[in-house]
């Protein structure tokens, strides 16, 4: 392994792996509490159904509308929130919108295909007994948010296993979203990281390596 690179998980059902298509995976947490992940569209793009007491938030309609809306099976679907506004997140909005009737949350700093509700620092919300806080996290775009429903971390492209979200070369973008990716190495080290790409990996096991990532400037 080179020295700027940091040990990737596995791909194993302990770290969330889903392909394009391919099954869901299903994590139960406490008091009732669910989050279904699956996969959709040529970017292997991770999609959120949160779950409890029969409410639903679903985190990014980013392709496939039609497999989006086959986990909703006896969900009342409360909303939509957007991680970010890149195209490969947001394809399935239009179809979701007019399937669902729900409002579409996103942070100004995006452009959305789609109207939109404002979403910032510290909003929150409630589906069934359980809260979802958002943080406001830009770097990857001016518009990125994180959502915590402890133990989850829904980093949308802000941080992944091995490093932040592609800030194309931009040192104040890097610099911005390092920044970012400091706040959210503030959460307990078992929290779950659920990025919008790919294997999920906890805070406790990438926050050694955030200095490795300093250093190599991406």
């Not at 791909?11 to 009732?32: C, L, Q, R, S």
């Not at 779950?192 to 990996?201: N, T, Y």
Request: glycine share 14%.
């Amino acid at each position: 392994m080179a020295a700027d690179e940091t040990p990737h998980p596995p791909e194993t059902a302990e770290f969330g792996h889903v392909t394009p298509g391919g099954p869901t995976h299903t994590y139960d947490g406490a008091d009732g509490f669910q989050v279904k992940k699956f996969s959709v569209g040529p970017y292997d793009n991770n999609v959120y159904v949160l779950s409890s007491d029969g409410e639903a938030l679903l985190v990014d309609g980013a392709n496939d509308a039609d497999r989006i809306l086959s986990e909703f099976d006896g969900l009342e679907v409360k909303a939509i929130v957007q991680t970010h506004g890149h195209f490969d997140h947001v394809q399935a909005l239009k179809q979701l919108v007019d399937a669902l009737g729900v409002p579409v949350h996103a942070h100004g700093g995006d452009r959305i295909p789609v109207p939109t509700e404002h979403l910032g620092e510290g909003d929150t919300f409630e589906i069934g007994g359980v809260a979802v806080r958002t943080l406001h996290t830009p770097g990857h775009t001016p518009g990125s948010v994180s959502f915590v429903a402890p133990p989850f971390l829904f980093s949308g492209d802000t941080l992944f296993p091995g490093g932040p979200g592609n800030t194309d070369g931009d040192p104040k973008r890097f610099a911005q979203v390092m920044t970012s990716v400091g706040r959210l190495f503030a959460l307990p080290d078992e929290t779950r990281i659920c990025p919008g790409h790919g294997l999920d990996s906890f805070i406790g096991r990438e926050r050694p390596y955030v200095e490795t990532w300093r250093r190599r400037g991406w």
